[in-house]
Every structure is written in structure tokens, then in C-alpha cells.
């Protein structure tokens, strides 16, 4: 099981990113996959979940500002992000149990985790 993030950048207040994880190793098209984050001194953070039907869920304080997606025939999954903010400065992750479902809080020792890509938002 591999998982490999990419798409991180320095942007500035205001702007806007798209994030990919490559998954390969498994079954893409029935797991679920999850994005999450991690700023320095902070816990990890769930930000979004894709199921295998399509079907996403976000924490509340990205509604509105971060869509996430799935293409089964290139076995990514996508986080795109916009209105980005310092706080949102963090080292994001993407994630799978494998099956269709996620668990929170999200845990490093539970399921499989990419090796993180760094969005920093300059004000």
C-alpha cells in the first residue's frame, strides 16, 4: 500500500491549491480516502473523507472553502482548497483504512498515511 501526496506550495493570504494523492497497493475504487493536517505544535486535524460512492464530508471550518474528489481511473484523490489562510499553514495528509469508512479522530497508527505535502500560506 503506497500513498503519495503532492501539489503543496507557499501561497500567499487569499490564495488557492490543489493537493493529489496517488494511491496504488489496493482495491482504489472501494476505499475511502481522507485529508488531513497537521501544523507544528498541533494535533492532527480531519479535514475531508471521499467514499467510494462519491459521497464527502468536511469539517466545519473548511465547508465552503475545500472540495475534495476522486478520479478511480488515475487512483487519486484530490483536495482542492481556496481562501487559504496563515492558519491554515500545516503539513497535509492523505489517508485510507482501505474499506469504505474513516475514523475520527484520525490516529498515524490506524490505517495507511502518505508521507505529507507542506502548504504554507504567507500573509
Known amino acids: 500500500v503506497q500513498l503519495v501526496e503532492s501539489g503543496g506550495a507557499l501561497v500567499q493570504d487569499g490564495g488557492s491549491l490543489t493537493l493529489s494523492c496517488v494511491a496504488s497497493?489496493?482495491?482504489?475504487?472501494?476505499?475511502?480516502f481522507a485529508w488531513t493536517r497537521q501544523a507544528p505544535g498541533k494535533e492532527l486535524e480531519w479535514l475531508s473523507t471521499?467514499?467510494?460512492?462519491?459521497?464527502?464530508d468536511y469539517v466545519d471550518s473548511m465547508k465552503g472553502r475545500c472540495t475534495i474528489s476522486r478520479n478511480n481511473a488515475k487512483n487519486q484523490v484530490y483536495l482542492q482548497m481556496s481562501n487559504l489562510k496563515p492558519e491554515d499553514t500545516a503539513l497535509y495528509y492523505c489517508?485510507?483504512?482501505?474499506?469504505?469508512?474513516?475514523?475520527?479522530?484520525?490516529?498515524?497508527?490506524?490505517?495507511?498515511w502518505g508521507q505529507g505535502t507542506q502548504v504554507t500560506v504567507s500573509s
Open positions: 489517508a485510507t483504512l482501505l474499506g469504505d469508512w474513516w475514523h475520527l479522530p484520525p490516529r498515524f497508527d490506524r490505517g495507511y
Open positions: 497497493g489496493f482495491t482504489f475504487t472501494t476505499a475511502a
Open positions: 471521499v467514499y467510494a460512492d462519491g459521497r464527502t
